[in-house]
């Protein structure tokens, strides 16, 4: 076969790629718009100022990579509410479950994706970091 | 113009030692940039944006390059042999930068009653009424190009490293055959011209309004050249002596901080060499419309054409990947040689009836 025309193809393709638009984002700066449904850090959600968590415990339960330690306690009301939340980003596989499985909705998954620390124990989300704002 | 050193008068020496300086401090800059602009071309290429974060638009991107690479240890393996090592970097620079000495970039202009031929290696004789320059200049050329391969070859073989002698021994072989068919493209324009003095090639291309271009009497020889000229000067697609995959990083593995950045300017330098001798021989020089009018157009077309040139070697690097050993060395032997030698017979016969 002729070996002149592939090369003078690829010049083309190549040509016509430089006047595309370029599609690097500049990251600290220009930041990624993330989908509705991503599934980044974990957020609980709070109704009347406080976390709607009953700590049912099907959380820790269905999660695979066992991240999830829940402990109930007792309120005024006497009721059932999580004492101690606590989700291990260093085990937490993003996978979702926890969300689908909460029956109350008191737990979704938020876009926040920088998830870098220094140590080991700064990955461990307590109840206070992961309620929502 | 009184004073005279070695029957020369002192305006000589003053537009020698400025024509070096303005054409050195040129060439290193386009250096530095040809650098900044290959990644910018070739990002934009890959629909990327190349640097942008020192300077605006990545423009300081070479200095920073430049002073970070200074900075660096340096280090000299223990097993390699120290002389050869440090002065194989400087053979490999020096070549690429005093080629350029022979190359006309503008054509004669007047300072002070003082006339000037725009090539380092000329001067005007009053007496006689025109320019002399080397007239052996494209010899000059070639074994300069030559030499560059010693650097290569001692720096692989001084590193003490198999893969830095695999790429001293990759780039010599590939060197000395494209040498060749490069050299055989360009007879087959001496055979027009009549001469090998750059400026006098510069003058025959002079005609039809600067366009009388060598590149439309031997568009096979011009390409023919530019192709062997870049295999051997090691840019892809013929990088085989510094190919990654294979050798790490081929003759310059074992080379830090500024040593390394030597190799990487002889080879930019080498490109820019390059692609000025091609304009020079191929793309009538410094000729195009109106120089006779304003004689400072003239380096304007030069470095515009060598410019394009020069973005065509990275538009190829960023195209084609790269040859391996043996369909290297068949394009050399046995397409490129062989074509340039019809071509030469060629060029023979029509010259002969013509």
């Known amino acids: ?17 430089m006047f595309m638009k370029p599609v690097t984002l500049q990251y600290p700066t220009e930041r990624p718009k993330v989908s509705e449904r991503f599934r980044g850090l974990h957020g609980l959600k709070v109704a009347h100022s406080k976390a709607k968590c009953v700590a049912c415990y099907l959380c820790p339960t269905v999660c695979p990579a066992k991240c999830i330690t829940v402990e109930a306690g007792e309120d005024a009301n006497h009721d059932k509410y999580a004492s101690v939340y606590e989700i291990d980003m260093l085990r937490c596989i993003f996978c979702g479950y926890c969300v689908e499985a909460c029956p109350v909705d008191a737990l979704k998954m938020t876009g926040e ?19 929502e704002k | 113009m009184g004073i005279e050193i070695l029957g020369l008068p002192m305006m000589y020496y003053i537009a020698m030692v400025a024509k070096v300086l303005v054409a050195f401090v040129f060439v290193l800059l386009t250096v530095a940039y040809a650098t900044y602009a290959e990644r910018k071309i070739i990002g934009h290429m890959q629909v990327r944006l190349g640097p942008m974060r020192t300077g605006w638009h990545g423009l300081l991107q070479p200095i920073a390059d430049g002073v970070k690479l200074f900075f660096k240890e340096e280090i000299i393996p223990s ?6 090592f440090l002065v194989a970097p400087l053979i490999a620079l020096v070549p690429a930068f005093i080629t350029f000495a022979v190359i006309p970039f503008g054509g004669t202009i007047e300072i002070a009653g003082y006339k000037i031929p725009l090539q380092i290696a ?89 366009f009388e271009w060598y590149l439309f009497k031997q568009p096979l020889a011009a390409f023919m050249f530019f192709i ?22 081929g003759f310059c593995t074992e080379y830090s901080s500024m040593k390394y950045a030597m190799f990487f300017m002889a080879e930019y330098a080498n490109m820019v060499t390059v692609c000025a001798l091609t304009t020079t021989i191929f793309l009538g020089g410094w000729n195009g419309p109106l120089t006779s009018a304003i004689p400072l157009l003239g380096p304007v077309y030069f470095i515009a054409k060598v410019y394009f040139l020069m973005f065509v070697c990275m538009w190829i690097r960023a195209t084609l990947p790269r040859y391996r050993y043996d369909q290297l060395m068949h394009l050399g032997w046995k397409v490129f040689i062989p074509v340039a030698l019809v071509n030469i017979v060629v060029t ?5 009836f013509i």
């Open chain 2, 228 to 249: 062997c000229s870049l295999a051997e000067i090691n840019r892809t697609p013929f990088d085989l002596p510094e190919a990654e995959t294979e050798l790490v990083s």
């Open chain 2, 79 to 84: 097993q390699a042999s120290t002389f050869a």
């Open chain 1, 1 to 17: 076969m002729n070996p002149i025309t592939p090369i003078i193809n690829g010049m083309k393709i190549t040509l016509k790629h």
């Open chain 2, 348 to 352: 023979g016969i029509i010259g002969y």
């Open chain 2, 122 to 210: 000329a001067y005007y004789d009053t007496a006689a009424g025109q320019v002399y320059d080397v007239n052996v200049g494209v010899l000059y050329i070639l074994a300069m190009s030559s030499l560059g391969v010693y650097g290569i070859v001692l720096a692989g073989w001084a590193s003490n490293s198999k893969y830095s002698l695999m790429g001293g021994l990759r780039a010599s072989a590939q060197m000395i055959s494209y040498e060749l068919s490069a050299g055989l493209s360009l007879v087959a324009v001496f055979m027009l011209s009549g001469t090998l003095s750059l400026s006098k090639i510069v003058e025959f291309q002079s005609g039809l309004g600067g």
């Open chain 1, 113 to 131: 994706f920088e998830l870098a620390n220094y140590t080991r124990q700064d990955f461990i989300y307590s109840k206070e970091r992961l309620l």
